[in-house]
């Protein structure tokens, strides 16, 4: 299994992003499929993700802000991330797993990461 992303960098505060995060070895409609944040000194958070019930949640603080998309027919999800703010800052992963009781939250797959920097 592996997880590609790609779409970080360097941002002026209020730019706009787009992650990208390319699965191979499995086909991400069979799993719970995320994107985590970690940014230095602070606790891993996960920004978004499509629940076990097909809803796709969102950290509060990146509502409105940021858009979680997959494409199953190319093994593909994505991250929209608008109007960034400096704490946005922070390497992003994306993630998948099986569901455990019917929940979307044991995530075995990890990508490399894709690193966020966002100037004020």
């Known amino acids: 299994v592996q997880l590609v992303e790609s779409g970080g960098g360097s941002v002026q505060a209020g730019g706009s992003l787009r992650l990208s995060c390319a699965a191979s070895g499995l086909t991400i409609r069979n799993y719970c499929m995320a994107w985590f944040r970690e940014a230095p000194g602070k606790q891993r958070e996960r920004v978004s993700y499509?629940?076990?019930?097909?809803?796709?949640i969102y950290l509060e603080s990146v509502k409105g802000r940021f858009t979680f998309s997959q494409d199953d027919s190319k093994n593909a999800l994505y991250l929209h991330m608008s109007s960034l703010k400096s704490d946005d800052s922070a390497m992003y992963y994306c993630?998948?797993?099986?569901?455990?009781?019917?929940?979307?939250?044991?995530?075995?797959?990890w990508g490399q990461g894709t690193q966020v920097t966002v100037s004020s």
């Open positions: 993630a998948a797993g099986r569901p455990l009781f019917g929940e979307c939250k044991n995530y075995n797959y």
């Open positions: 499509i629940s076990s019930y097909g809803h796709t």
